[in-house]
Nanobody
Framework: QVQLVESGGGLVQAGGSLRLSCAAS????????MGWYRQAPGKQREWVAH???????NYADSVKGRFTISRDNAKNTVYLQMNSLKPEDTAVYYC??????????WGQGTQVTVSS
């Protein structure tokens, strides 16, 4: 079992920044990769970024160059630094953990709202 708790969402003006955090607990050693997804109203959940246990990162084209995913292994926490935010970044952001067995865990989500 893995538990994920997100924090750091909020309201920000366009061009601003936010940092999301995702603290993992439980069977940490079983996690292969962690990432972030988001879901805007009326849209499907979409992948944003992920980071593997080896530290490799990958980003959706829509956020590349603006968002940075990182991890602090000592704190079992993954971060998503979001800069140059746009109104279209408004969504509920979900933390995701993929186990070596390919099983997925999800956090409860945190709202990010970017005003124009």
């Amino acid at each position: 079992q893995v538990q994920l708790v997100e924090s750091g969402g909020g309201l920000v003006q366009a061009g601003g920044s936010l940092r999301l955090s995702c603290a993992a607990s439980g069977s940490i050693g079983s996690i292969n990769a962690m990432g972030w997804y988001r879901q805007a109203p009326g849209k499907q959940r979409e992948w944003v970024a992920h980071i593997t246990s080896g530290g490799s990162t990958n980003y959706a084209d829509s956020v590349k160059g603006r968002f940075t995913i990182s991890r602090d292994n000592a704190k079992n926490t993954v971060y998503l630094q979001m800069n140059s935010l746009k109104p279209e970044d408004t969504a509920v952001y979900y933390c995701n953990a993929v186990l070596w067995t390919s099983y997925n865990y999800w956090g409860q989500g945190t709202q990010v709202t970017v005003s124009s």
